[in-house]
C-alpha cells in the first residue's frame, strides 16, 4: 500500500488497543516490530507509519515488552533512530526477553475486526511490510470462485460462508463473521488470497451485504483497497485467521455444487428400481381386471 494515514488514526488505533478491559499494546507493538523487520528495506510511509505507532506505545508498555523490542530493532540494520532513543536502555540483564512471534499474531485478528475501516487498513499496511517474506498459497480452483459468486448474486449468505469456509480453512464462526462483517474488509482480504478478479469482487460487494452493496462509495473504497493490497499481506492475514479459529481440516468436497443432491436422487432411484425386481409378479386375474 502506497496510502498514507495521519497521525489522529494511530491515535486511535492506539485506543483501541485498551478498549474493553483488555490492553492489547503489547502485543500490538510486538507484531508491529516482527513485520517491521521482516522487511530489509522501507519506503518513506512505511517508515513513518511504523515510527509513529512505535513512538504511542512504547511507553504505554511493560519493561518485558520494550525489551524484547529493543532486542529486535538492534539486531535491525537502519532502525529508526527515534524508536531506538525512546526506548534507551531497555535490554539489561535484569529483564528477561520474551520472545515475539506468531503466537501473539491472533490476537492482531480480533484488532483487526474491532476496529474501524481506517484503522483496518492501518493493520494492513503494517502486514505489507512484511509481505516479502509470505509464501504465496496455490489459486483456488474457478469452480470455487463462481461458488462464491452465485451465492452472493442470490443472496446466499449461507451458502457464501460455507464456501468461504472450505476455501480459507478456517472455522465456520470466522467465515460467518468475515461475510456478515459490515464494513466490507474482510471480505476484501478474503479475495486478495483467493485470487479472485476484481470485477467478480465489485459484484460480490454489491450483492452479498446489503449494509456494503447499498453504498457506492463503500464499494469503491473497498474496491480500491483490493487494488492496494498486496497478496502476501492477505496471506498473513489468513494464516493470522487460521490460528485464530483453529485451521479447517480440508475434506472431500464434490466438484459442482449440485453434486450432493444428484447423487442422493441418482441413489433414491437405483433403490427403486431394485424394489421394483424384487416384487412379485401381479395375479394373472387381477392384471386382467386392470384392463
Avoid at 464456501?163 to 474482510?186: F, K, N, V
Avoid at 452493496?213 to 492496494?228: I, M, N
Avoid at 468436497?253 to 401381479?282: C, F, I, K, M, Y
Amino acid at each position: 500500500m502506497s496510502k498514507s494515514f495521519a497521525s489522529p488514526t494511530l491515535d486511535s488505533l492506539v485506543d483501541l488497543a485498551c478498549r474493553d478491559g483488555v490492553d492489547i499494546r503489547p502485543t500490538l507493538l510486538r507484531v508491529s516490530t516482527d513485520l517491521y523487520v521482516q522487511k530489509s528495506t522501507h519506503n518513506v510511509d512505511e517508515e513513518v507509519q511504523y515510527t509513529e505507532l512505535a513512538l504511542g506505545l512504547i511507553d504505554a508498555v511493560d519493561a518485558p515488552t520494550r525489551a524484547a523490542v529493543a532486542s529486535r530493532l538492534a539486531a535491525y540494520p537502519g532502525a529508526p533512530a527515534a524508536v531506538l532513543h525512546r526506548l534507551g536502555g531497555a535490554v539489561t540483564p535484569a529483564e528477561p526477553v520474551r520472545p515475539s512471534g506468531p503466537k501473539s499474531e491472533p490476537d492482531l485478528a480480533e484488532l483487526f475486526f474491532a476496529a474501524s475501516a481506517d484503522e483496518r487498513r492501518l493493520i494492513l499496511t503494517n502486514l505489507d511490510a512484511g509481505a516479502g517474506a509470505e509464501q504465496r498459497r496455490p489459486p483456488v480452483a474457478s469452480d470455487v470462485i463462481s461458488r462464491l459468486e452465485n451465492a452472493a448474486l442470490q443472496h446466499n449468505v449461507s451458502e457464501f460462508s460455507r464456501t468461504l469456509e472450505r476455501a480459507l480453512g478456517i472455522s465456520g464462526a470466522l467465515a460467518e463473521r468475515i461475510t456478515r462483517d459490515a464494513s466490507g474488509e474482510p471480505i476484501v482480504v478474503a479475495a486478495r488470497a483467493l485470487g479472485m478478479k476484481a470485477a467478480v469482487l465489485q459484484r460480490v460487494l454489491l450483492f452479498l451485504n446489503p449494509q456494503v452493496g447499498q453504498s457506492v462509495e463503500r464499494v469503491y473504497g473497498l474496491a480500491q483497497l483490493y487494488d492496494e493490497l498486496a497478496p502476501a499481506a492477505a496471506e498473513r492475514m489468513l494464516t493470522i485467521w487460521q490460528q485464530t479459529g483453529g485451521q479447517r481440516t480440508p475434506r472431500h468436497e464434490p466438484l459442482h455444487w449440485d453434486d450432493v443432491h444428484r447423487n442422493a436422487r441418482s441413489q433414491a432411484t437405483h433403490a427403486g428400481h431394485r424394489v421394483a425386481r424384487n416384487r412379485e409378479p401381479l395375479p394373472s386375474r387381477i392384471r386382467s381386471n386392470d384392463r
